[in-house]
């Protein structure tokens, strides 16, 4: 049930950084949206440890501040993988890091909120 939670959450936030923001753009339909919510928690749970771990000095040098940066990268790589040549899920992005750092942003910031409503 966490994970549906996680993945439903995930959704709500990158439907609200692509209606806010002009430089994600998302095209296709609920199911699509669900799809790449999936594949952000999937990166999340499997390449952003790894990351956080290779960058520990630097997250440990700007106290924390570069974990900003490491969300906008995860972003930027689903991404990536939601171009028509890979998965083509419909998520784009006209910039590589503002468009992406600011989603990423939103993201957290609506997962987050609607998680701690949900979780009482």
């Known amino acids: ?7 439903g959450a995930t959704a709500a936030g990158l ?16 199911g699509g949206l669900l799809l790449v919510s999936l594949l ?17 000095p630097v997250i440990l040098i700007t106290l924390g501040l570069f974990t900003l940066v490491i969300n906008a990268l995860m972003l930027q790589l689903v991404v990536w993988l939601s171009e028509p040549e890979r998965f083509g899920l419909g ?8 468009s992406t750092f600011l989603g990423a942003i939103i993201i957290a910031v609506v997962r987050t909120v609607i998680e701690n409503i949900l979780e009482d």
């Open 40 to 56: 952000i928690v999937a990166v999340n749970l499997f390449v952003r440890p790894i990351i956080k771990l290779l960058s520990f």
């Open 15 to 30: 439907y609200a950084a692509t209606w806010l923001l002009g430089g994600l753009e998302f095209e296709g339909g609920f």
């Open 91 to 98: 998520l784009s992005s006209d910039g590589f890091f503002w």
């Open 1 to 7: 049930m966490n994970t549906i939670i996680k993945i």
